[in-house]
């Protein structure tokens, strides 16, 4: 009876632990980022300026938009653009007028400047916010599904110039050697895959548009729209597809794939094609 107890004693305890320990690792991990040597500081982050020995000259204070703070006997102080180690040394200067041999800390505690901005209709656009150190990966598991979005086309912008990594192999292929830390303003554009969704039209039983997969063939597409409807003249199914400089209509016989099990007579699909399929009573 006394080992039962302590074994459910012992589990309380692991729980415990567990529930202490992990917010002090993240906590640890956001004070590493914010306050290592290259962390650079921006505006609307939030200091905390220690005077030692000088209590009234210890305040929080945020930064300005204007990229400033104010320090009591100092004024204003530009704190965007300065690593925490480096504002230490500006204020501590700026209090030898007033202190004695000022020794001055600045820590970093909310870190609210370490925004990228995503564009496109790919997904939901605008800034955002991260609290630690994040790759390119991790933004996207953020940001939500990309079914919607053209992984060909997106590219991240940074200080003007696009970067030289392929977010297909990354997102599709799985190669992490294209996953990049991303920097406060770095830009990712992910455009909208429209015109390579494929529209399925007629006699199928969810007409509508899927989206395109690599490899994906007529009869692919038909089965994600549901499939035939009883009505549906299985080989006289169309293909329309834009060419550069003309429209082309496929003709597939999809009863006879079926039927004969002959998937050479399957076509497969180009991005942007529409599929049709006509109605027949007879």
Do not use: H
């Not at 799985?174 to 529209?199: A, H, T």
């Amino acid at each position: 009876m006394k080992n039962s107890k302590f074994k459910i004693q012992n589990s309380n305890f692991k729980y415990l632990l567990f529930f202490l320990i992990i917010p002090i690792l993240i906590i640890c991990q956001f004070y590493e980022m914010a306050n290592g040597q290259g962390y650079v500081i921006g505006d609307e982050d939030m200091l905390n300026i220690l005077v030692w020995g000088s209590p009234e000259l210890s305040v929080q204070v945020p930064v300005r938009p204007d990229g400033m703070i104010s320090v009591p006997l100092v004024g204003d102080v530009r704190a965007t653009g300065a690593t925490p180690k480096e504002l230490k040394e500006t204020i501590e200067k700026e209090l030898e007028r007033f202190v004695k041999s000022p020794n001055v800390s600045v820590v970093v505690t909310a870190v609210n400047s370490f925004k990228v901005y995503i564009f496109g209709e790919g997904v939901p656009g605008g800034a955002v916010t991260l609290k630690r150190n994040t790759t390119v990966m991790q933004l996207f598991a953020q940001v939500g599904s990309l079914k919607n979005a053209d992984i060909n086309n997106s590219y991240v912008m940074r200080d003007g110039r696009k970067l030289r990594i392929d977010l297909y192999k990354l997102v599709v292929k799985g190669d992490v050697s294209q996953d990049i830390p991303l920097m406060p303003n770095d830009i990712i554009f992910i455009p909208d895959n429209f015109e390579k969704r494929i529209k399925v039209v007629g006699a199928v039983k969810a007409p509508g548009i899927i989206q395109y997969k690599e490899g994906m063939t007529a009869l692919d597409a038909i089965l994600n729209a549901g499939g035939f409807t009883e009505f549906a003249k299985q080989n006289d199914v169309i293909i329309v597809r834009k060419e550069t400089n003309e429209v082309k209509n496929i003709e597939v016989r999809l009863k006879d794939v079926i039927k004969d099990g002959d998937i050479s007579k399957d076509v497969p699909l180009r991005p942007g094609d529409m599929i049709v399929v006509k109605t027949g009573i007879f």
